[in-house]
């Protein structure tokens, strides 16, 4: 089958790419070996960020820069204004909050928060405040940054192009047949579900794979050592606990970040990220949410948690290397032969990765229009699950002196 284009992996960065290529006119298919976005993307807090996180040492940093104009981009999209229609995509909540822990250098960090962007922070009345931040000392500011269901944006764009998105095996079902390293002529499929083969001849290939890119650039006889993984262990509680978006900073840093969804039961969850998750990859998991308990009495005074159940997942950022192991400051993109990897290093980016491959890319050269019947009866990828709603996931109540583990999710 001749293409112009060929997409492996189906992420935020691959489904947001398929849109734009789509629109444009390409003959596109788009491959993914696991579930839609199984990596990081239904794992992430689904924050649409506007960079104010990322001035909080009081500078307009390049990654406040490259992500302001992100949150009214995701807005129109979420209102059916622009492409891609994201009009199926959960909402969480409208706005984030922005509160500090009683310190000097928390103050400090929240008046750079305010520094140089199109999202502005609003400093609230007590009254004004949502319950769970009822009782913290400081100021609490609202962030006009809206929170998605990172799994229904995926099943919105998954359901739109359903026709185009495959199921591999790639590591058994996938061949790369090459003219040069780095230029691939064609590649062959073999159906994960019946032994069927497909090839497929692509004008371009792009790896949106996140930590898959690696071994995919490999595949292609290009050099692999250009990702970098930064590891999260991330804590989620759930049970009877008032809804809550937002960030608590102190200083520059970021000390948690919460986002909360209510679980197929009624339960609210809430997902605890920040600089716990980044500190907390060296400890076990129950000692982590031990921590995660104390942080959250810390930070959150008043809030009552008897009854909580707590777990955690761990999950690696991937990203293209920069040279300190820190975070990229935007996009990253690598163009060889026929193949181009990118990562968006935030969801909230994506647009901004589609826009520059889809602006390297060549013009799509197929004037036929897309048939996509000869894919008709290739396995199709589900869209992965929400972490608290995975079937395997362990739940424990911390008591006083010990943990026990309560019980598997339905
Ligand atoms: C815990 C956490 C919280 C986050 N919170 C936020 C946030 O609030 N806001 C924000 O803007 N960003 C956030 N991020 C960052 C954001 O999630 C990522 O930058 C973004 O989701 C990356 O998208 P991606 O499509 O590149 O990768 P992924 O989401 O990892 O998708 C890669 C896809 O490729 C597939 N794949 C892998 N190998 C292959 C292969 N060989 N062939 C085919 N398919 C393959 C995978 O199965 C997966 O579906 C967070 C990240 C984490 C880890």
């Known amino acids: 089958m001749r293409l112009d284009s060929v997409i492996f992996g189906g992420g935020a960065a691959g489904l947001w790419l398929l849109d734009r290529f789509s629109r444009e006119g390409h003959h596109v298919v788009l491959l993914e070996t696991n579930d839609l976005g199984a990596g990081q993307t239904v794992a992430s807090q689904g924050i649409i960020h506007g960079g104010l996180k990322y001035t909080l040492s009081g500078l307009l940093t390049r990654s406040a820069i490259s992500i302001r104009e992100m949150p009214m981009l995701w807005r129109d999209a979420l209102l059916g204004r ?18 500090q822990t009683d310190s000097f250098s928390s103050r400090v960090g929240m008046i ?14 007590v009254d004004e405040r949502p319950a769970a931040l009822a009782n913290v000392y400081g100021t609490v500011a609202r962030l006009p940054e809206q929170v998605i269901c990172p799994a229904s944006f995926l099943a919105d764009l998954a359901d739109q192009y359903s026709d185009r998105i495959l199921k591999i095996d790639a590591k058994n079902g996938l061949q790369f047949n090459l003219g040069s390293p780095g ?24 790896f949106t794979a996140g930590a898959g890119n690696a071994r995919l650039r490999e595949m292609v006889g290009l050099s692999a ?65 031990e921590r995660a308990r104390q942080e959250l009495q810390d930070v959150l005074p008043g809030l009552n948690l008897t009854h909580v159940e707590w777990s955690t997942y761990r999950v690696d ?29 935030k969801l909230v980016l994506a647009p901004i990765l589609a826009q520059e491959i889809a602006s390297r890319a060549s013009s799509p050269y197929i ?34 002196s010990h943990a026990v583990p309560v019980r598997r999710a339905a």
Request: charged letters at 25%.
């Open 82 to 99: 622009t492409t891609p229609n994201l009009t199926r995509t959960r909402l969480r909540s409208d706005c984030c909050y922005l509160w």
């Open 112 to 125: 750079g928060a305010r520094i140089g962007l199109q999202v502005k922070s609003e400093s609230l009345e």
């Open 225 to 289: 050592d250009v990702m970098q993984r930064r590891p999260l262990h991330m804590v989620l509680a759930r049970g009877n606990l008032p809804e809550l978006n937002g960030h608590c900073v102190d200083g520059a840093r970021t000390r948690v970040t919460i986002t909360s969804d209510i679980d197929c039961d009624g339960r609210t969850v809430y997902q605890i990220g920040g600089q716990i998750a980044e500190e907390g990859t060296s400890l076990e998991p129950l000692q982590l949410a």
């Open 367 to 400: 004037s036929a229009e897309f048939d996509a019947s000869p894919l008709a009866d290739w396995p199709r990828p589900d869209v992965a699950s929400l972490p608290w709603e995975e079937p395997d996931r362990v739940w424990w109540m911390l008591p006083e």
């Open 317 to 345: 950022r991937a990203e293209g290397a920069t040279n300190s192991g820190t975070r990229p400051d935007s996009i990253q993109v690598l163009c060889a032969g026929n193949v181009t990897t990118g990562w968006p290093t």
């Open 183 to 206: 230029e691939v002529e064609s590649l062959t499929l073999t159906s994960p579900t019946d032994g069927r083969q497909l090839v497929l001849r692509p004008g371009q290939v792009v």
